[in-house]
């Protein structure tokens, strides 16, 4: 008997679905993910699944793997410290970023950006340039300097490093002495050059790429490789295979070299596998809309095609990596419901995750989630099993709901339906479903309008 499997990491459950490839039968099964050590929920379900198959782990040819690890945590920010190596000048790049924020206009005048995910104190400048637009050498490379950024950052505790220096797309040897400087330096420190990661122009997308990969690859690294020794020990021989953000396939050792290419892992096999069926429906035309644990997934499918793009944009933060076209916003099932000092009620993007989970999971969550609220207004009945297994603790989420109502001053039922009010707004209002339909449709309008200079044409509004 020959078995594919495919599993699917989110911040709140793990999903596996085991295919026999003679029967065509499907096994589905769903267990708790495991923040701490995402392999070993990964793991733990991969085993029950085949079991129920009647199968073992040995009886796998082919392992499709599907993760929102690196999504969670550019939405969370809880990625590794990042040491950044740039052109001596240049060492403000993340904090310049561009002139640009979210939201309509003058809505955000009042917004802090987000702190660059490699902190200035982690940034060393180097001397040495590439010329443009020639890529010729007019200041050598600084190796001295070099040598003693490196130690200082692997002193420091830095977790991965970035090299990002001025021009290195047109000429990538200052870039590639510096890595080779930090193979000798610190060669347990894992490293990434924006010539290799992007070589295109654009300083500031190019460094924040980089240090982006850099910023999940020691976690995913750790993932990856407790993920293949576990199989093998299992006594697996699949070929493990990881879902882009594109859509495609990666192999694990591609995976841990270039995780920036897993911000949309998971989304984009949702978009795909959405789009696979509304063609098989025969409707062409659709919006998707993948709400997990931590974030929700909005994309549209245009002619039974799912769009790609080559700037993937996760909360707040926009970078150069090929994606499906994907609107990620940090609202899910976990996320966690605040009153702010202002007295407005806040959603999210923080988690609960699966670990402790959102209260009416009965692991010691003490929060306020968005799955308390639907469980406090009966939107999820009491008879609900999640995972099949997993009985709810309706009292823990009253009580969790019960705190943003104390606060609010209203009833627990009007403070869970606040909750969801704001989540909802989120997600179906202008920063998730809104953009990318009424975006297209505004786009659609103008091709119609080219198509028939003079006349009136019939505009589908794609909503």
């Known amino acids: 008997m020959v078995y594919n499997l495919g599993v699917d990491v989110g911040g709140t459950f793990t999903d596996v679905i085991v295919f026999d490839e003679e029967t065509h039968e499907l096994t589905i099964d769903k267990v708790l993910s495991t923040p701490a050590n995402p392999s070993e929920g990964v793991l733990?379900?991969?085993e029950e699944a085949t079991e129920k198959a009647g199968a073992s782990v040995s009886d796998l040819d082919l392992l499709f793997h599907g993760t929102t690890v690196v999504t969670n945590m550019l939405l969370e920010e809880t990625g590794s410290r990042v040491g950044l190596v740039t052109t001596a000048g240049h060492e403000d790049i993340l904090h310049l970023a561009r002139a640009w924020t979210p939201g309509p206009l003058y809505g955000w005048i009042g917004m802090e950006k987000p702190d660059p995910l490699a902190d200035l104190v982690d940034t060393r400048g180097v001397a040495g340039r590439i010329d443009s637009p020639g890529g010729e050498e007019t200041v050598p490379l600084d190796e001295e300097g070099v040598r003693t950024a490196v130690r200082e950052l692997a002193d420091s505790g830095v977790e991965a490093l970035t090299v990002a220096l001025l021009n290195s797309y047109l000429n990538p040897a200052h870039e590639e002495r510096v890595r080779e400087i930090v193979a000798e330096e610190a060669p347990d420190l894992p490293v990434s050059i924006s010539a290799d990661i992007v070589p295109e122009?654009?300083?500031?997308?190019?460094?924040?790429t980089t240090v982006?990969?850099?910023?999940?690859?020691?976690?995913?690294?750790?993932?990856?490789?407790?993920?293949?020794?576990?199989?093998?020990?299992?006594?697996s021989t699949a070929r493990m295979n990881v879902v882009r953000s594109d859509g495609g396939l990666m192999s694990s050792a591609a995976a841990k070299d270039r995780p920036v290419e897993l911000a949309l892992s998971g989304p984009s096999g949702g978009v795909v596998g959405a789009a696979t069926i509304a063609s098989k429906k025969g409707v062409p035309d659709v919006l998707t809309l993948d709400m997990g644990g931590t974030s929700t997934d909005v994309s549209l499918v245009e002619d039974g095609v799912a769009e790609t793009?080559?700037?993937?944009?996760?909360?707040?933060?926009?970078?150069k990596s090929r994606s499906v076209d994907v609107n990620t916003v940090g609202a899910g099932g976990?996320?966690?419901?605040?009153?702010?000092?202002?007295?407005?009620l806040q959603v999210g993007p923080e988690s609960s995750g699966a670990d402790p989970g959102p209260a009416c999971y009965g692991q010691g969550g003490e929060e306020p989630t968005v799955t308390d609220a639907n469980v406090v207004?009966?939107?999820?009945?009491?008879m609900v099993r999640l995972g099949g297994r997993m009985e709810l603790d309706r009292d823990a989420a009253r009580e969790a709901v019960a705190t943003i109502a104390e606060e609010r001053g209203t009833s627990v039922e009007a403070a869970a339906q606040a909750i969801l009010d704001v989540v909802n707004e989120t997600v179906?209002?202008?920063?998730?479903?809104?953009?990318?339909?009424?975006?297209?449709a505004r786009v659609t309008s103008s091709r119609s309008r080219s198509a028939a200079p003079g006349r009136y044409t019939r505009t589908r509004w794609r909503t």
């Open 334 to 344: 976990g996320s966690i419901a605040r009153v702010q000092l202002s007295g407005a």
């Open 201 to 208: 122009y654009g300083e500031y997308e190019r460094t924040l």
């Open 428 to 440: 179906h209002g202008a920063r998730a479903c809104r953009r990318p339909s009424v975006a297209t």
């Open 212 to 235: 982006i990969n850099d910023y999940a690859r020691p976690q995913v690294i750790r993932y990856l490789e407790d993920l293949d020794t576990e199989l093998e020990r299992a006594g």
């Open 377 to 382: 207004l009966g939107r999820i009945p009491g």
């Open 44 to 46: 733990h379900g991969i």
């Open 309 to 319: 793009t080559r700037q993937t944009k996760v909360g707040y933060r926009e970078f």
